[in-house]
């Protein structure tokens, strides 16, 4: 049966710092770099090979995915690095210590800016001017909720992960904790309501077994 392997980067500095990150490209850790390490090795004592990788434009995904398929000795792999897997844009929250906004709104409003599916956080003023993005066409958002970053991200799974698997070949994706909320959300059919008690840990392999019609087989953590 073929299979998917989601895995959330390794701890970055804003993880570590409690820092809304959001678009913001920010480097892994000495502890994150450990962690996609121990990714890597389980990945590779289960033994899984793999056809595609895909990954976000952000350093902490890419650099986590690189790390992973040395690891697994399949840096050969073809790497498909897209916008629509990048981490939900947190708007004008971006870079304030997440303690402090807590702090200055009070508990309730601060757990639906972080965890709701529907709320849309404070908005940046005016996108900012990626570079990176002008090629493909694309505006740097000025805020989303994670409903806005499921929409975003669906075709992608549409048009570039499910027909992969549909072929029978195994996929590997490294992304972000909200967009691989949002996947996660469409493969486990989990309810707008119930998304907000999801956490995706940093560098834990979550594999998918899937039949021929892409119906959930099993769902599994992978540990070193």
Known sequence: MVKLVVLRHGESQANRDGVFTGWSDVPLTKKGIAQAHQAGKAIKQAGLQFEHLHTSMLKRAIMTANIVLDEIDQLYLPVTKSWRLNERHYGALRGKKKAAVKAEVGEKQFKLWRRSYHVVPPL????????????????????????????????????????????????????????????????????????????VPNGVPIVYEFDTQLNVISKKELKA
Do not use: C, F
Request: net charge negative.
């Open 124 to 199: 940046l003023d005016q996108p900012d001017q990626d570079p990176r993005y002008e090629p493909l066409g694309v505006t740097e958002p000025r805020g989303e909720s994670l409903e806005m970053a499921y929409d975003r991200l669906m075709p992608y799974w549409q048009d570039e992960i499910a027909p992969r698997l549909l072929d029978g070949h195994n996929q590997l994706v490294v992304a972000h904790g909200s967009t691989l909320r949002a996947l996660i959300k469409y493969i486990d059919q989990i309810s707008d309501a119930d998304i907000d008690h999801l956490e």
